[in-house]
Every structure is written in structure tokens, then in C-alpha cells.
């Protein structure tokens, strides 16, 4: 009888002791699984300029310019060479403040576009909305060959690219997210987080 209760007494010891060596100490395969999700903080950029406030990727890079036949672009550019979201704030040309209907605008591009660019294909187009104006999404591939540096052959760039007009009231807009010289995954990689990009984007006064 007592040698059952001392069998019992060791048995129950021992299985309290896996039990909190269990809860006190997890295994190295349950450790390893618990691990603190570190998510980039995106950064924010304001432009009083052309009104808009929008977040970007820290690893974006920002580069700005202004001239007479554009306006005033801005453009992100990815850690991807070739691989970037350009944005130009205009007055839509024949549109005085803005007023020109976004589709109609987007038409216009797309026309000139067709006329002078003999690779560039449009695979969709769409009416939609960007900062709670009316906007208008073009998704088109183009190609375009330049000279290698040796010699005088040329050499093709593939370029895929998403074209997003929009109209404030006040200005025309256009974002370009496009992506050259690259395969065909890197504009797939990026365009979740272009999206996201263009989700945030506000209208400020």
C-alpha cells in the first residue's frame, strides 16, 4: 500500500513538473513562432502647392520638379529602378479651372497616346473615384527602344503601367504608377502598396 502511494505521489510530481516546465519554458518550435510583427510606419507627405496630402513607404524615395508644360510632378520612386508612382498637378488643356468632365480628359490622352505610340495597348479602362472625386483608370503596356551606348542597335523596354486622371474642381491630376525595364513581377509586387498609396490620398486646401 505504501509503496502504490509513494508511486502516485511521484507520478503526480512528475507531471506537475512537465506542466509547468511547459507553461514556463515553450519549446523552441513554439518560441520561434512568437514573434512581434514589425510593420514599416509609412511616412506622410503634404504639398500645399498642388493640394495633397498622401502616404508613402519610407523606402520610397521623393523627388519633385516643376516646368511650364507640365506643372508640377512629384515623382515616388521605388527601391526597384524603373519602378515608381508619378504624380503632375495641371489645368486640364480647354478646361477652364478643372471644369473638363475626367472621362473626357482621360478619352484625350488615350487618343493622342494611340496616335503616336505604335506598342502602347490599353488592357482596361474604368470610371472610378480618388479622394472622393471623380476620377478615371487607365491600365495600358507600352514598349520603347533606345540605343545601346556601343554601336547603333537598339534595345526594347517593356513598360506596364496604371494611369489614374482625376478632377478636384480646381485642378486636373494625374497619377502614374509604372513600372520599365523590369519582368513583368515587379509591377504586380508594387501595385498593392501603390494602391494603398492612392487609397490615403486627400484633397487639401
Known sequence: M??????????ATV??????????????????TVKKVVRSVWLTYDNPTIGINMKYPPSWEIESKVNAKDGYSVSFNSPDAGTKLD???IIPEGSPKG???????AA????????????YSVIDRTPTTLAGNPAYK????????????????T?????????????DGKNGYMFLYLSCCNSPETYA???PTVNRMLASVQMIN
Open 108 to 119: 484625350g490622352f488615350i487618343s493622342n497616346y494611340e496616335k503616336s505610340k505604335p506598342y
Open 99 to 105: 471644369s473638363v468632365s475626367v472621362s473626357k480628359w
Open 87 to 89: 504624380i503632375t498637378a
Open 155 to 167: 534595345k526594347s523596354m517593356e513598360i506596364k503601367a496604371m494611369q489614374t486622371f482625376m478632377v
Open 189 to 191: 509586387k508594387y501595385l
Open 138 to 153: 487607365v491600365v495600358y503596356t507600352d514598349e520603347t527602344k533606345t540605343k545601346q551606348k556601343i554601336g547603333v542597335k
Open 15 to 32: 507531471v506537475c513538473f512537465l506542466l509547468l516546465n511547459t507553461f514556463l519554458y515553450p519549446s523552441y518550435s513554439e518560441a520561434a
Open 2 to 11: 505504501e509503496k502504490k502511494l509513494f508511486l502516485y505521489g511521484l507520478t
